[in-house]
């Protein structure tokens, strides 16, 4: 086997696949990329046995201006941490050259440095993932990326309710939805898509939907490709396909969880809204993180008071014309979708002091085909 391609090009892809080495493992053969080369085709990927990242890509790919690439047949398992550390060391616009003699050692160039690396039977190496072939939709990058940061934050990562550890999508013709719930709160989230026409419902786990958005980064992709399987989904993303595992479990009824909506409603700004809690982030630092929102005709007033270290109190100018109502928040719970509305106005929607609310945006989507995004939060209650 052997590549022979300039460093930025090799680093470039080993980039791509990184994250999904194993860092805690008994099985030794998941601390290495598989890396096969077949005709003009390189082959990369890594797995720790819960997300696979594959990369293919074409000669032509690694080619630059000056030099052209040197391919030969094989295959191997490579130490994944030593060799990219070794890559990422090389001069800026090195041609680098890794070849195998009989498949036990790895031998790499580069200009006057030579390095010698232990490689191991791709046998052992798991059976890599086929992307779903029934089941497909397409969705612009910029759509998915938005869905999936309105509602990742509400994933309940550690919950032995393995149903919760995931965020739910769900297929309906041309729309596609995301929902996610830690039982105090949820977040869902709708979409638009074209030629989807079948149903289907999946739990993607947390660390799968994280190392994708870090792949749309790598790759800017303007259409991700999902494929889905009674077991599988897999993203496909330019020349990269992350594939995972899904969660083998029954998500709540969550149309149940969703509030009517309410007559009682309070707009403001959520940079503003965030501003006001930042000041008191301070004093919202037990595990409750309680603060109180006063709605008032005209505004709202947050209060924050924990025993032995302060108190404090701001004050806000919000469109609120109805009763008086009290409700205290988790704090964290209400900046985390504050900061995903970034400078929208935002719509609350009240029953009282002790009933859900419902966060959501009011002005129109900034996203094309954004359809609705809803966000229920549970008070606390305090007596």
């Known amino acids: 086997m052997l590549i022979k391609a300039p ?62 690439p040197e391919l030969s047949d094989g295959e191997c398992a490579i130490p994944a941490k030593r060799f990219i550390e070794m890559v990422r060391e090389q001069d800026a616009g090195r041609l680098i050259e890794v070849k195998t003699d009989d498949g036990s050692r790895l031998n790499v160039k580069c200009g006057r440095s030579r390095f010698n690396l232990p490689c191991f039977s791709p046998k052992d190496y798991p059976e890599q993932l086929e992307f779903p072939k029934q089941k497909i939709i397409s969705v612009q990058s910029v759509l998915l990326r938005d869905m999936i940061e309105k509602t990742i934050f509400s994933v309940s990562v550690e919950d032995v309710r393995y149903a919760l550890n995931g965020v739910y999508f769900v297929v309906e013709k041309n729309t596609l939805k995301l929902v996610a719930t830690d039982s105090r709160r949820l977040a869902f989230v709708s979409g638009e898509i074209e030629g989807a026409k079948f149903s289907h419902t999946a739990i993607v786990p947390h660390k799968a939907l994280v190392e994708l ?32 595992r899904l969660i083998d479990s029954e998500f709540p009824n969550y149309e149940r969880v969703i509030p009517k909506e309410s007559q009682i409603t309070s707009k403001i700004k959520a940079r503003e809204l965030l501003g006001g809690l930042k000041q008191l982030q301070f004093l919202a630092q037990d595990k409750s993180s309680a603060v ?79 359809k609705k995004y809803l966000y229920i939060v549970m008070p606390i209650r305090t007596e």
């Open 292 to 370: 109180k929102f006063s709605f008032q005709k005209g505004g709202i007033n947050l209060m924050a008071s924990v025993a032995g270290v302060g108190q404090g109190e701001v004050e806000l100018d919000a469109d609120y014309t109805d009763k008086p109502i009290d409700i205290v928040f988790n704090l964290n719970y209400v900046m985390d979708f504050l900061k995903v509305a970034k400078d929208s106005e935002i719509r609350i929607e009240l029953v009282s002091g002790v009933s859900p609310v419902v966060f959501s945006p009011s002005d129109a989507p900034s996203v094309p085909n954004l």
């Open 7 to 68: 460093k930025e090009k090799l680093l470039s892809v080993l980039n791509v696949i990184q994250n999904a080495v194993s860092t805690k493992t008994t099985m030794a053969i998941l601390n290495n990329f598989y890396i096969g080369i077949k005709g003009q085709t390189v082959h990369l990927a890594a797995t720790d046995l819960e997300i696979f990242v594959e990369a293919t890509f074409k000669a032509d790919a690694l080619k630059t201006d000056k030099e052209k």
């Open 213 to 244: 958005l870090r792949l749309m980064d790598l790759m800017e992709a303007t259409e991700i490709k999902i494929g889905f399987s009674d077991n599988q989904v897999s993203f496909a993303v330019n020349e990269a396909i992350l594939s995972s």
